[in-house]
């Protein structure tokens, strides 16, 4: 699977542990985020990573910032982008079962880099359940 991946300075370590462990998986990762830890605006790395989807370079993406807030409000501003903040694997999961979220934010500042990988293993793990989720779907 083609993964695009964003984050700001707060997320570098989690960008990089999570890129190791889905190119482990063999998984290809576009890195669209900043490299190191100067303080950069989130919002650049948000709408690459929409961009890549739109443009069907990724089929889902990364988002990582301190709150996970401001990264998932920008990649959400793009009509085809549905953005779930996730802190455990569980809201992960239901993302995707129940919202077919393309994309998934991390709070850098409220995880542990481990909860981290967990999380996104579970999102690109878990198919989305349709039924009477696509109903809703449609609506957003």
Same mark, same amino acid.
């Given at each position: 699977?083609?993964?695009?991946?964003?984050?700001?300075?707060?997320?570098?370590?989690?960008?990089?542990?999570?890129?190791?462990?889905?190119?482990?998986?063999? #998984?290809?990762?576009?890195?669209?985020g900043?490299?190191?830890?100067?303080?950069?605006?989130?919002?650049?790395?948000? #709408?690459?990573?929409a961009?890549?989807?739109?443009?069907?370079?990724?089929?889902?993406?990364?988002?990582?910032?301190?709150?996970?807030?401001?990264? @998932?409000?920008?990649?959400?501003?793009?009509?085809?982008?549905?953005?779930?903040?996730c802190?455990?694997?569980?809201? *992960?999961?239901?993302?995707?079962?129940?919202?077919? *979220?393309?994309?998934?934010?991390?709070? *850098?500042?409220?995880?542990?880099?481990?909860? *981290?990988? @967990?999380?996104?293993?579970?999102?690109?793990?878990?198919?989305?359940?349709?039924?009477?989720?696509?109903?809703?779907?449609?609506?957003?």
């Amino acid at each position: 699977m083609n993964i695009a991946i964003g984050n700001d300075h707060a997320g570098v370590a989690y960008k990089q542990a999570i890129i190791t462990a889905l190119q482990a998986q063999g #998984h290809q990762v576009l890195n669209c985020g900043t490299d190191t830890p100067e303080s950069v605006d989130y919002p650049d790395f948000g #709408h690459a990573v929409a961009r890549a989807i739109e443009e069907g370079k990724a089929q889902v993406g990364i988002v990582i910032c301190g709150s996970g807030n401001g990264i @998932a409000m920008t990649v959400n501003k793009h009509a085809s982008i549905r953005c779930a903040l996730c802190w455990t694997k569980e809201i *992960a999961a239901l993302a995707r079962a129940h919202n077919d *979220a393309n994309v998934v934010s991390i709070p *850098a500042r409220f995880t542990a880099i481990e909860q *981290a990988v @967990a999380i996104v293993e579970t999102f690109l793990a878990t198919p989305f359940e349709g039924g009477r989720h696509q109903k809703r779907v449609c609506k957003i």
